[in-house]
């Protein structure tokens, strides 16, 4: 029996075989449930960050463009990446506790570390102001 491929699926199975090391272990399944189209990946545990993105980019921007093919078809397409056994992603539960124990080691106080940086003081134009500014 022959797997009918879908646009959304193709697009999910063509962008990650292009942003990972390991293009062979992609695998994206297509289901359609009651809250629309579900399409789920599997990589390999070592290209989890490339999926992923920094602070989830990448994936955001897939899901985004999914909507974008999904809305073209009337349809509702959602993305759920599966994390793999022995994948190097680190959850932010986790990685919240090795700041505060970097922290400690290095001797900073914690209440030091905890302050934000000042904001700066923002001005506020008029858009004539700004036209102003560019016409000069």
């Known amino acids: ?12 199975e063509f962008s990650a075989k292009l942003l990972v090391d390991h293009p062979e ?5 297509r289901r359609i449930d009651e809250r629309g189209v579900l399409i ?11 999926i992923i993105g920094r602070d989830g980019a990448t994936a955001k921007a897939i899901r ?6 999904g809305a073209r078809h009337n349809a509702r397409v959602n ?5 793999p056994e022995g994948s190097t992603h680190i959850k932010r539960e986790d990685r919240k506790e090795e700041v505060k ?21 923002e001005v506020k134009r008029s858009v004539d102001d700004v036209v102003n500014d560019i016409t000069l």
Do not use: C, H
């Open 1 to 12: 029996m022959t797997e009918e491929k879908y646009t959304d699926q193709e697009f999910v």
């Open 25 to 29: 272990d992609i695998k994206v399944e």
């Open 40 to 50: 789920t990946l599997d990589v390999n545990p070592q290209d989890m960050g490339m």
């Open 64 to 69: 985004t463009l999914l909507r974008v093919i």
């Open 79 to 83: 993305l759920r990446i599966n994390e």
């Open 101 to 121: 124990e970097e922290v400690s080691k290095e001797g900073v106080k914690k209440e030091e570390y905890a302050k934000k940086e000042p904001q700066q003081e």
